[in-house]
């Protein structure tokens, strides 16, 4: 299996901070890395695939980069709506996940 | 719209079996591979089964092969996963999720949309 290690696993910033969070996998990938929000008591919502493509409606405050096995998911003005855990997924085998960061406001 | 809506929470005994449901709208579906997801309360998600538009090719994690079965019944636009030998380590948020980018080979892509979750309980 390819193991995803996301860091921090959890971190506080204030509204309008650029958050980044990233995603390191266990061998090389590709550009095969998504990336989910999920706020509490709900389903996850796709935000990034693969590794740099905006989904659907999703605001251009969020962006992804990265290849191999290095990857970056970045929140360039933090709002309290983002308030969420946010998890990378590989698409090279079969899916894993990272392990999830949380945002929270200070 | 996309949708996909699952059916309601249950608790199971240790050993028991279910089979979950959740049913499509919005999309072609036969056209559509989709997967289960799940989550354990206050954890993090982990892929569960993968199953091709036509019903042909499945795919399990190590997890649960053998003891869950992925299925689908395209002209009720139906996802369903049988489970079985459930122990409390199955006890979780399972989510059906659209496969909606095209992975490598047939494996899965990316997941979009989600279902709302079904809470599975395993316990005496």
């Known amino acids: 299996d390819i193991q995803l290690t996301q860091s921090p696993s959890s971190l506080s910033a204030s509204v309008g901070d650029r958050v980044t969070i990233t995603c390191q996998a266990s061998?090389?990938?590709?550009?095969?890395l998504n990336w989910y929000q999920q706020k509490p008591g709900k389903a996850p919502k796709l935000l990034i695939y693969d590794a740099s493509n905006l989904a659907t409606g999703v605001p251009s405050r969020f962006s992804g980069s990265g290849s191999g096995t290095k990857f970056t998911f970045t929140i360039s003005s933090l709002q309290p709506e983002d308030i969420a855990t946010y998890y990378c997924?590989?698409?090279?085998?079969?899916?894993?996940f990272g392990g999830g960061s949380k945002v929270e406001i200070k | 719209e996309v949708q996909l809506l699952q059916s309601g929470g249950v608790l199971v005994q240790p050993g028991g079996s279910l089979r979950l449901s959740c049913v499509a709208s919005?999309?072609?579906?036969?056209?559509?591979?989709m997967s289960w997801v799940r989550q354990a309360p206050g954890k993090g998600l982990e892929w569960v089964s993968a199953?091709?538009?036509?019903?042909?090719?499945?795919y399990y994690a190590d997890s649960v092969k053998g003891r869950f079965t992925i299925s689908r019944d395209n002209s009720k636009n139906m996802l369903y996963l049988q489970m079985s030998s459930l122990g409390a380590e199955d006890t979780a948020f399972y989510y059906c999720?659209?496969?909606?980018?095209?992975?490598?080979?047939?494996?899965?892509?990316?997941?979009?949309?989600w279902g709302q979750g079904t809470l599975v309980t395993v316990s005496a």
């Open positions: 199953i091709s538009g036509s019903g042909a090719t499945t």
């Open positions: 061998q090389g990938i590709s550009d095969y």
């Open positions: 919005g999309f072609t579906f036969s056209s559509s591979a």
């Open positions: 999720a659209k496969d909606a980018g095209p992975g490598i080979g047939a494996l899965p892509g990316w997941f979009d949309p």
């Open positions: 997924q590989q698409y090279e085998d079969l899916p894993t």
